[in-house]
């Protein structure tokens, strides 16, 4: 079984022959626009220095004509002001002492500085404090295509068969280069771990993390789900999965319901109640294990397949508190 999650919006944009028009509302003339100011190195530049002279505490602080052409290194005025010009009102703002970015022109230097799809990172494999929720043996985290991935040494993993997918995959988290400043190999795995939390909550609550367009998610349930490790059908060792995509961007995130009720505030309360402690922080490596063994320890069960309803139990020192996921990853409490 394939499970596909359908997102409204996503075919409407996409009932065009042309993809620039289809995501550009018609008006392709802006796309071409915009991508055509940022086809020059001298632009970028520009934009490197404003970024580089931008204060949050001050936004509107701006770069005179003259500081900015010298912090770019341009003699030519003229060709300077043209330059300048192609990037105003899309990228850039003229103020009354100067120039500042604009928020599209601070999205776009936030990109370059982060090094997505400009640099691969060095990294080797590297073991982390981390057992593998299936065996116990010990996991890794490696680097490949923009994503971080931590896979199990010992046993085939979550999934199987599929190619994209480092042997033993347990774990794929999309991190920019950016992500490896100044940590460790276990500082990384916390940070992109804290990362999914954000992204996934933020999917939850109708907003995507990537462009802030419209949210949504479904749930879907493999049919003819063999529970005897990785399933044949489905290729998971787990029949439900929930998925969380953007009706704008297309930015998607797959995950599991004992994921999406970790973020409800009964099971919060829950957790607090019992002394049990789910705040965490990039800097502490024990909050971040601590928060992920929670998750795992949550118990699923598929209650229907058709409408898929899937029961989560959170359970601690013979406590529990149950939940239901239904099929558009609403929760309630059920007991």
């Excluded at 010009?85 to 604009?102: A, C, H, P, S």
């Amino acid at each position: 079984m394939t499970a596909t999650v359908v997102v409204a919006g996503v075919s409407d944009r996409n009932s065009t022959d042309s993809p620039l028009e289809a995501v550009s509302g018609g008006d392709s003339s802006r796309a071409a626009e915009a991508f055509g100011a940022l086809s020059n190195e001298t632009r970028l530049a520009i934009l490197l220095a404003l970024w580089e002279a931008y204060s949050p505490a001050a936004p509107d602080e701006g770069v005179s004509f003259s500081e900015l052409r010298r912090r770019v290194d341009m003699r030519n005025s003229g060709r300077f002001n043209y330059h300048l010009g192609e990037l105003e009102g899309q990228f850039v703002r003229k103020t009354d002492d100067g120039y500042v970015l604009r928020r599209a022109g601070l999205r776009l230097v936030r990109t370059v500085v982060a090094g997505t799809g400009i640099e691969e990172p060095t990294f080797e494999a590297s073991e982390i404090d981390v057992p593998c929720p299936i065996c116990g043996a010990a996991t890794e985290i490696r680097y490949e295509d923009d994503r971080l991935y931590q896979v199990c040494t010992e046993c085939p993993g979550a999934y199987e068969g599929h190619e994209a997918q480092p042997a033993g995959y347990l774990a794929g988290i999309a991190l920019d280069p950016a992500g490896f400043t100044d940590r460790t190999a276990r500082e990384t795995w916390a940070a992109a771990r804290i990362q999914v939390f954000q992204n996934v909550r933020s999917m939850i609550e109708g907003v995507c993390d990537e462009c802030s367009g419209p949210a949504g998610g479904s749930l879907a349930v493999c049919e003819d789900h063999d529970s005897d490790g990785v399933c044949e059908a489905c290729g998971r060792r787990s029949a439900p999965m929930a998925f969380l995509g953007c009706s704008v961007c297309k930015n998607y995130h797959v995950t599991s319901p004992r994921s999406i009720v970790a973020h409800h505030p009964a099971v919060v309360a829950f957790y607090h109640e019992r002394g049990v402690d789910v705040q965490f922080d990039a800097d502490d490596f024990e909050s971040v294990r601590r928060r992920v063994a929670l998750v795992g320890d949550h118990d699923q069960e598929v209650v229907s397949a058709e409408p898929p309803r899937v029961r989560v139990v959170v359970s601690h020192d013979g406590d529990e508190l149950r939940l239901t996921v239904d099929e558009e990853l609403d929760v309630t409490v059920t007991d």
